[in-house]
Nanobody, 128 residues
């Protein structure tokens, strides 16, 4: 089993920045990729960004490209999501996730159904 715990959410003004963290514990040797998703009230859970550290690759939703950066600290077993130039439409609960199978890679990482482990989420609110 893998446990994921997010932190770093909060209230920020438009144009501001936040850095989210997702700390992994448990059987972390099982996973080689992680993703961030977000869900606004009444909406579906949408892909935001993913990182595969075996393939040394990252990918982003079009809506966040150039503004968000996903990264990993191997020593801390933590994945980060640096969010800059935040917009009101970025308001959502941000949730990190990890797929169990190492075969999940590339474009598969945008698919919510490919993920097996989920954190509890952290609220991000962008408002003046």
């Amino acid at each position: 089993q893998v446990q994921l715990v997010e932190s770093g959410g909060g209230l920020v003004q438009p144009g501001g920045s936040l850095r989210l963290s997702c700390a992994a514990s448990g059987s972390i040797s099982l996973i080689n990729a992680m993703g961030w998703f977000r869900q606004a009230p009444g909406k579906e859970r949408d892909f935001v960004a993913a990182i595969n550290w075996i393939a040394s690759s990252t990918m982003y939703a079009d809506s966040v490209k150039g503004r968000f950066t996903i990264s990993r600290d191997n020593a801390k077993n933590t994945v980060y999501l640096q969010m800059n130039s935040l917009k009101p439409e970025d308001t959502a609960v941000y949730i990190c996730a990890a797929p169990l199978s190492p075969a999940v890679a590339g474009s598969d990482l945008v698919d919510v159904d490919e993920y097996d482990y989920w954190g509890q989420g952290t609220q991000v609110t962008v408002s003046s």
